[in-house]
Nanobody, 127 residues
Framework: QVQLIESGGGLVQAGGSLRLSCAAS????????MGWFRQAPGKEREFVAA????????KYADSLKGRFTISRDNAKNTVWLQMNRLKPEDAALYSC????????????????????WGQGTQVDVSS
C-alpha cells in the first residue's frame, strides 16, 4: 500500500505561483497512476490533473489547462503540481491520489477511481 504526503501549499497573491509536492512511500511508485484533486469549502471535490505511470500522458481539467502542470519523477517517488497565475477561485484543499495501473499510459479523472489519498495541502489566494 502506498502512503501519500502533500506539501507546498500556502498563501499567495493572485497572479502568483505555487508548486505542490506529493511524496509517496510504501510501494513501488512507478506502479501507480497519480492525480491531483481539490475541494473548496462548500463545494464538491473536483479533478485537477492526472499523470500516467510513465509520466508520458497527462490530463487536465479544461478550466485549468495552460496554468497548471503535473509532473512526476519515479526515481524520487514524487509527483508535483505547478500552479501559475493563481486566482482566488483556485483556493482549496489540494490532495494527491494514487491508483495501481497495469498500463503505463492510463490516467483517471474521477475521484472514485483512486484508492489511495493524502491528507491534502491548503492553498489560499488573496485578491
Amino acid at each position: 500500500q502506498v502512503q501519500l504526503i502533500e506539501s507546498g501549499g500556502g498563501l499567495v497573491q493572485a497572479g502568483g505561483s505555487l508548486r505542490l509536492s506529493c511524496a509517496a512511500s510504501g510501494r513501488t511508485f512507478s506502479d501507480y497512476t497519480m492525480g491531483w484533486f481539490r475541494q473548496a469549502p462548500g463545494k464538491e471535490r473536483e479533478f485537477v490533473a492526472a499523470i500516467s505511470r510513465s509520466g508520458a500522458v497527462t490530463k487536465y481539467a479544461d478550466s485549468l489547462k495552460g496554468r497548471f502542470t503535473i509532473s512526476r519523477d519515479n526515481a524520487k517517488n514524487t509527483v508535483w503540481l505547478q500552479m501559475n497565475r493563481l486566482k482566488p477561485e483556485d483556493a482549496a484543499l489540494y490532495s494527491c491520489a494514487a491508483r495501481l495501473a497495469m498500463s503505463l499510459r492510463v490516467y483517471y479523472t474521477e475521484a472514485s477511481q483512486y484508492r489511495h489519498w493524502g491528507q491534502g495541502t491548503q492553498v489560499d489566494v488573496s485578491s
